[in-house]
């Protein structure tokens, strides 16, 4: 069975996923190496080039914001001017309202639901680093539209780890920092009735960022912290099926957003591109569950081949015996060099196995399987 990721050539224990040529190809793997590292390296490669392209380039996350930017800054602009206006509306009628019953404003409201939510953290350091921080932001902005907005942005910036500080604290106030920011959208909202468009507008036009954010956050989590010789991060099959078993959490983490959908951000070529990658990374992981060299059960196969076979070569002159073993071992060695190659070139063995008659494609593969089972640390595969 081929990868649906384009480039990927599966190696034949992992096409197959046949467990005597998945146990096989552990062995050939642990005697030579460097015949397995090419087509791991290209097999990587061709994932992590499937993964940049939902994450996209620098250029590209630049080349979207600035579309985001031309698409939303005049809302965001009538907006700010609404919540000048009905500032200045609320200054007119103060005189008039002198006398009238003390109601509490939407400022003052507004400032207790943000120490409530703080208080909600107390006892978690980080937690209250992070909320006391917007706290203080609150009341240095003023009680004016363009200062809440200035503090939401101060709140975007602490949840995209873009503001200076702890980035362990805004971390771990996730959850805090999301329920504050709604509550400013709702002030907000309440001064400056188009404030809702302006936001609107501008998750519509952030979904290219988003796809973005997600996609780097897939691949910053699946990926080895070191590259291999390419250069690119080394996917894993525990570290891959992390970052991609709940899409829907990457999405929240990645943009910020809790209520996100990873099938709303990402488009259905993404997901399957996703889906394809788990599907190589759960071979992978089947194949390297399989009876590898050292096993107990391929430790006493080993110990019977080796029992029949001195007692074969005890029955030949001393002479005759060492050079039966001299051949074979460089034969074994042959043998393990070209089976290494064939199961990391699946395309290859096909073409061998279709060469043959059915028959003996049969017995080939019962011999690999016997092989496989015969596989020791210091002789896996034998010409036997």
């Known amino acids: 069975v081929e990868s649906a990721v384009p480039g990927v050539q599966r ?35 061709a994932r992590v080039r499937q993964l940049e392209g939902i994450a996209g380039t620098d ?25 000048a206006s009905s500032a200045q509306a609320a200054q007119q009628m103060a005189p008039l309202a002198a006398g009238a019953p003390v109601q509490q404003s939407g400022f003052a409201q507004l400032r ?27 009341g240095q902005a003023g009680d004016s539209v363009s200062g809440l907005y200035n503090v939401r942005k101060y709140i975007g910036d602490l949840l995209n780890g873009k503001a200076a500080g702890d980035d362990a604290s805004a971390r771990a106030a996730s959850r805090e920092l999301i329920q504050m920011r709604e509550l400013i959208d709702s002030e907000l909202s309440r001064r400056a009735p188009s404030f809702p468009e302006y936001l609107d ?15 780097r956050e897939v691949l910053g989590r699946a990926g080895s912290a070191i590259p291999d010789q390419l250069g690119n991060p080394v996917l894993t099959p525990a570290a891959t099926f992390r970052a991609t078993n709940d899409l829907d959490a990457i999405a929240a983490k990645a943009t910020g957003f809790k209520k996100a959908k990873a099938y709303e951000i990402l488009t259905p070529s993404d997901l399957s591109a996703i889906k394809a ?30 029992i029949g076979r001195n007692s074969i070569a005890s029955r030949m002159p001393l002479g005759i015996g060492r050079m039966i ?21 699946p395309a290859e063995a096909k073409r061998v196995m279709a060469a043959l008659p059915s028959g003996e494609r049969s017995a080939l593969r019962n011999t690999l399987n016997q092989l496989a089972l015969a596989g020791t640390k210091g002789s896996a595969v034998s010409t036997n």
């Not at 190696?11 to 190496?33: I, S, W």
């Not at 698409?71 to 602009?77: A, F």
């Not at 001299?326 to 089976?339: G, M, P, V």
């Open 325 to 345: 073993e001299h051949f074979e071992r460089n034969a074994n060695e042959a043998l393990q060099e070209k089976l290494a190659y064939l199961m990391a070139n």
């Open 112 to 138: 207790e639901g943000i120490s409530s939510i703080a208080q909600q953290g107390a006892g978690n350091p980080n937690v209250q680093n992070a909320t006391n921080a917007v706290s203080r932001a609150l």
């Open 11 to 45: 190696t034949f224990g992992e096409a197959t996923q046949d467990p005597g040529l998945m146990a096989l190809e552990n062995t050939l793997r642990a005697q030579n190496r460097g015949a397995f590292d090419a087509i791991d390296m290209q097999n990587n490669a």
């Open 277 to 306: 990658i788990q599907d190589d990374m759960s071979r992978m992981a089947s194949r390297q569950r399989s009876a590898t060299p050292g096993s107990q059960t391929s430790e006493r196969l080993s110990i019977g081949e080796r």
């Open 59 to 83: 250029g590209d996350m630049s080349a979207a914001i600035a579309a985001r930017d031309d698409y939303s800054m005049g809302l965001l602009d009538r907006a700010m001017a609404e919540g």
């Open 201 to 215: 507008a501008y998750r519509t036009a952030s979904k290219p960022i988003n796809r973005m954010e997600v996609g």
